[in-house]
């Protein structure tokens, strides 16, 4: 015989176990179904399955319902809201063979109560074992870094997974989230020193760019620096060409209009060789003063005292060099006029043997 106390829990818990076959718990949060009383109001967003005699009836919407007593069962209660199911903890291998621990949330809702009802027996628990072994097989399929960088693909196939295989119980999986993803120790320690290297690298790639392109711009700089000071150095040695050109044009051309106004004032004027002789043995007597300031080493003519035989000396040479441009100037003149002449001779020569010809 069942003792009391037995008795007593086997009766307890006689409704749970009446709940679970008829698949109430887990759906609308009561523990019981609503009994028939003719009369029922259904809530907003649930729906109840009739059984009548044992059979489906029909499904009751959100208002007023009238049943008929003893023939008429709510067998089921179907909650039409969006409901989060916490998935636990579990290992998954990746395709690398690295195991992870990772847990999620399952987000699904009741579309069909009569699939919901009758299409599977605890839709939650059903949905929840689901969402475990989907979440294995994706992670299977992929390796730790693609699972750690594509979780929100890694969460839509889980989704497309679930949605393909609990079409027949009447549910949706609107979406799946995984929570966290927590690799072993060790691996965690190699990541942090793969990232460690990683960035190491590119702080050395950084640096080592840095000093190239340094190096390309202090050559490219003394470049420019030293093409602009030739070109500076060209630009002053042409100007100072063309200044010492132009100094050295001007001086020539004071020099010829000092001189020609000289020629001119001494064939002019009378007494002007005179005054030329005069103004040469000034200019004697002044660059013969200079020598001794100028240089220890002086060279003294012959007669040096002998200032009247150097304006001689002088006005020699003066009058040998007049001589010789008034010889040149009456050569080329007779030249010209001989010329001339022989042109015009031709030119009667030419008319003289027309007229004879006529």
Known sequence: MIPAQQRLALRALRPA??????????????????VNTVFKFVPQQEAWVVERMGRFSRILDPGLAILIPMLDRIAYTQSLK????????QSAITQDNVTLELDGVLYYKVIDAYKASYGVANAAFSVAQLAQTTMRAEIGQMTLDTTLAERNTLNH???????SASESWGIACLRYEIRDIHPPSKVVEAMHSQVSAERSK?????ESEGARQSAINVAEGAKQAQILESEAEKAQQINRALGEAEAIRQTAMAEAQAIERVAKAIRGSDGGELAAGLHVAQQYVEAFGKLAKESNTIIVPAAANDVSAMVAQAMTVFNSVSSNQKKLVKDTTA???SKQGQIAEHGTGGFGSEQVGH
């Open 17 to 34: 176990i009446r709940g679970i076959h008829t698949g109430s718990i887990g759906t609308t949060g009561r523990s019981s179904l609503p």
């Open 335 to 337: 030249s010209s006029s």
């Open 202 to 206: 590119r702080a050395q790639i950084l």
């Open 157 to 163: 196939n889980i989704v497309n997974a679930i949605n």
């Open 82 to 89: 969006e409901v989060a199911v916490e998935i636990p903890t």
